[in-house]
């Protein structure tokens, strides 16, 4: 609960007089918002049931209906709200909101502050999503192809290095084929196999 003081010194902050035919609501609205909770687009109109007072904070929307035996009370949650239209007209502004399959529609003479409303209220959606999507993927948290493992080769624990086995030089070398030595043209056809089988030297003392 936060104080009629501070409510009025919330409203100066923001440019808005309060309104003789909102009385009760601004009082009402006292109750609703939590210690540090900040003001910031208030808009005075009315909607199907008569005039009403709504205004944004740094955590939802409030529509605030006070009237005699009397009293209604919508509490929007900014990642509730799934769509936001806006219309213009030359003497009032309708303001639509769309959550959990219900609409609130919301006009006013006071067009200018109606639509900054809009603006902060689509602002603040948007900067929600982008906090949600970086909760859910955090950077660096990229899908990654695990690399290929011979075999015999047991997984390593993540963060180590993954190298290419090397056969040792004795082998390779031994498996090298002379430049004067003549291929063996009974040696098989097949590249897969003849990179793995020895060149074998014809005798040529041989007859």
């Known amino acids: 609960m936060v104080g009629l003081e501070n409510i009025l010194r919330q409203f100066r902050r923001l440019g808005v007089k309060p309104s003789f035919w909102a009385k009760a609501e601004i009082k009402e609205l006292g109750s609703l918002l939590v210690p540090g909770e900040q003001l910031t687009n208030v808009v005075f109109g009315w909607y199907e049931n008569g005039f009403a007072l709504l205004c944004c904070t740094d ?11 009397f009293l209604k009370l919508e509490d929007l949650r900014y990642d509730k709200i799934s769509e936001v239209r806006f219309l213009n007209r030359l003497l009032d502004s309708t303001l639509v909101l769309s959550y959990a399959g219900m609409k609130l529609d919301f006009k006013s003479w006071d067009q200018k502050g109606l639509r900054k409303l809009m603006i902060n209220v689509q ?34 624990p993540s963060g180590m290095s993954y190298e290419l086995l090397s056969y040792p030089e004795e082998f390779v070398k031994g498996n090298e084929r002379e430049p004067t030595m003549p291929m063996n043209p009974y040696a098989p056809t097949n590249r897969f196999l003849r990179r793995r089988l020895p060149y074998v030297a014809l005798d040529q003392t041989a007859e």
């Open 59 to 69: 955590q939802r929307v409030l529509l605030i209906d006070k009237k005699p035996f």
């Open 123 to 156: 602002e603040t959606i948007m900067r929600h999503n982008q906090q949600e999507r970086q909760i859910s993927n955090p950077i660096g948290s990229e899908y990654r192809e695990p690399p290929f493992l011979l075999p015999t080769e047991e997984p390593r």
